[in-house]
């Protein structure tokens, strides 16, 4: 499975309780909507660990992909390129991640 792990703040002056709006609902039905799409999650960061940390992000979005194949297509086609170009100026400091779920709880659930 892919995994894109997106984490971020907000841009200057960005008004939280709109980007919220958006990203509750806009945003996410239109993530939910990429192509071979498994999962998507949003999160707000509430705490880091340490205690004596201060979080270096606000928010987490997740989204989940069957292979690295599936996610190519539905990341790097033309239109979610330009949406993401848009979408990424409502953002502060951020950085995108693309990993490889090497292995998960259901597959030690699964072992005997």
């Avoid at 949003?42 to 979005?61: C, E, I, L, M, N």
């Avoid at 190519?72 to 086609?77: G, T």
Wanted: net charge negative; charged share 25%; proline share 5%.
């Amino acid at each position: 499975m892919i995994r894109l792990l997106v984490m971020y703040n907000l841009a200057d002056g960005a008004d939280e309780a709109e980007f919220l709006d958006w990203r509750l609902n806009e945003h996410q039905s239109a993530n939910a909507a990429l192509p071979s799409m498994l999962r998507t999650d949003f999160a707000q960061v509430v705490k880091a660990w340490p205690d004596s940390v201060t979080p270096r992000y606000r928010f987490v979005t997740t989204l989940d992909w069957p292979d690295m194949e599936s996610f190519n297509r539905a990341f790097y086609a033309p239109d979610v390129q330009a949406g993401l170009l848009e979408n990424i100026k409502k953002l502060g400091d951020h950085e995108y991640f693309v990993t490889e779920i090497l292995t998960n709880s259901e597959s030690i659930e699964a072992q005997p």
